[in-house]
DNA sequence: TAGGGTACTTACTAAGAAGTAAGTTTTTGA
DNA sequence: TCAAAAACTTACTTCTTAGTAAGTACCCTA
């Protein structure tokens, strides 16, 4: 259980999550979207009042396309597009938490 | 103990962490040094072929700044320098072992 | 017919991280 | 006197990521 990673494969593995959690904007995101809330596009543009439009969209898409988040549009006028996490999404909360757990025991 | 975080602190948080791997070459260098593994200088860049030696010192300095490894002089000619994880950067192994784990259980 | 709300796009610029290639120091041994 | 080994430095270029600022589509309401 152990004898599968390599120095090489166990970095290329934390770096594939790394890379899904790399944006300057996607932790906050996430943290808004645990537990199971949901929120809109302008919902959160207005949690996350530094971030620019263009920034917010690149940021969902990206966790979008890499399975963390869903993305359900309502054929309104004006439109409505709601965001979630996906199952696995949500999984990635005590992954975070045991980061966060190490974090304060720095001596 | 949930309450002590916001959504914005909680990224913080995380991404503190998250900055301290998110060099290039950090966790293939941090994995070469998991279960207490002292390799010199000339030893990593050996185990790490594509590296430069700029890179390999610069992830290994920002490493050491940041409390996961030490640094060993021998001053000898020609010189001998080693390096070793703390025992904050050993305790990190489990925490990436969730990311891990997260990472495989991907629907 | 003009304006407003929502969720985006697009073009351009700036800042940062990484890569390339070469040089530096020190002392020993041929 | 010259080369060699180990652990770095330095100057310069390129590549990636983020920020700025503006524009678009849609349809409803006044």
Redesign the interface.
Known sequence: MTEK?T??S??D??????KI??GKWK??I???L?GGQVKRFSELEK?IPAITQKMLIQQLRQLEAD?IVTRTIYHQVPPKVEYRLT??GQ??C???D??????E???
Do not use: S
């Open positions: 990673w120095p090489a166990a970095a593995g934390v770096e594939q999550v790394l959690l790399e932790l906050v996430l943290f808004h645990f949690a399975g199952e696995w999984e990635l005590p992954a975070l045991a980061l966060l757990k190490w974090a025991n720095k001596a």
